[in-house]
């Protein structure tokens, strides 16, 4: 994965605008991941579903917590991808108070395919998820990677929560400085 593209694909979103009527004022907006990455280091996680308990309960908010250890290692944004709609995702992001990082909504998997981590998790009728997986991507480009170990179709319940962490991310990022700063 190291060296990979990250791959240009549109993501559905929602956003805030006050200009549309009603309760819900929000419009759909598409955002190409070619322009989320461009020119930006980028902290990414991804995770088989919202609302769910390890994703919920551990991952999203220890990225939160961690956000500004993030930001002072020089990532610019930190995001989460999950195969969810815009309107699960901005509802999960509410319940869990998130503020700071980014939640993207990979709808129809599109992005999670072309990464090689879809998965079928139709033994929870769940349908296609994302295996747990992190990245540092630099301008568009896989530095760091992070999986998860077992990825599987076969219906097996495992869900390991040990590689993806933001602390191996964050480890990782002061190898690269010091790496850097070394050279």
């Known amino acids: 994965m190291i060296g990979r593209n990250i791959p240009q694909v549109t993501l559905k979103t929602r956003v805030r605008d006050?200009?549309?009527?009603?309760?819900n004022p929000f419009r759909w907006q598409d955002v190409n991941t070619a322009d989320l990455f461009?020119?930006?280091r980028i902290a990414v996680f991804s995770l088989p579903g919202a609302f769910t308990p390890t994703c919920s309960?551990?991952?999203c908010p220890a990225f939160e917590r961690l956000y500004d250890e993030f930001k002072a290692r020089g990532v610019d944004e930190v995001y989460c991808i999950s195969v969810n709609d815009a309107f699960v995702m901005y509802q999960w992001g509410k319940s869990l108070g998130l503020e700071k990082v980014k939640l993207?909504?990979?709808g129809s998997g599109d992005f999670t395919r072309r990464m090689g981590m879809l998965i079928k998790k139709n033994h929870l009728g769940f349908g296609d998820r994302s295996w747990r997986y992190s990245m540092i991507a630099d301008d568009g480009v896989v530095s760091a990677w992070f999986e998860e170990p077992g990825i599987n179709d076969?219906?097996?319940d495992?869900?390991?929560y040990v590689e993806s962490t933001p602390e191996k991310l964050l480890n990782w990022l002061d190898d690269d400085a010091a790496a850097r700063k070394a050279a």
Not at 18 to 23: I, K, L, Q, R, S
Request: aromatic content about 0%; charged content about 40%; hydrophobic content about 30%.
């Open 57 to 59: 309960n551990e991952q």
């Open 38 to 40: 461009a020119g930006k």
């Open 158 to 160: 495992a869900d390991p």
């Open 154 to 156: 076969d219906g097996v």
């Open 18 to 23: 006050e200009a549309v009527d009603g309760e």
């Open 104 to 106: 993207l909504p990979d």
